[in-house]
């Protein structure tokens, strides 16, 4: 398992913003809770914190490389996948 900071624009570490690198995949966790996990074929969101605040919905977005509106119809088509990942 690897942990590292997100990086803000400017390139510093931003406090509470994590990527975990495991072998069961990558997951974004936004203070103590788990965003999204990434692995080879799949998206998860976490059904209740995916689009909890402002500052989660930022570094969502720059984990998964879209915006929100991307991301919502990804979840309405079920390319990706809504669950409980706390």
Same mark, same amino acid.
């Given at each position: 398992?690897? &942990?590292? #900071?997100?990086?803000?624009?400017?390139? =510093? *570490? &931003?406090? =509470?913003?994590? !990527?975990? /690198? $495991?072998?069961? %995949?990558? @997951?974004?966790? *936004?203070?103590?809770? !788990?965003?999204?996990?990434? $692995?080879?074929?799949?998206?998860?969101?976490?059904? /209740? /914190?995916? #689009?909890? *605040? $402002?500052?989660?919905?930022? /570094?969502?977005?720059? @984990?998964?490389?879209?915006?929100? =509106?991307?991301?919502?119809?990804? !979840?309405?088509? %079920?390319?990706?996948?809504? $669950? #409980?990942? #706390?």
């Amino acid at each position: 398992m690897k &942990v590292e #900071n997100m990086k803000s624009d400017k390139g =510093n *570490s &931003v406090p =509470n913003q994590f !990527i975990i /690198y $495991t072998d069961k %995949g990558v @997951f974004f966790q *936004s203070y103590n809770s !788990i965003i999204c996990k990434r $692995t080879e074929n799949k998206v998860f969101l976490d059904s /209740y /914190y995916w #689009n909890y *605040s $402002t500052t989660t919905a930022k /570094y969502r977005r720059d @984990f998964l490389n879209e915006g929100v =509106n991307d991301t919502r119809k990804k !979840i309405k088509s %079920g390319e990706y996948i809504l $669950t #409980n990942l #706390n």
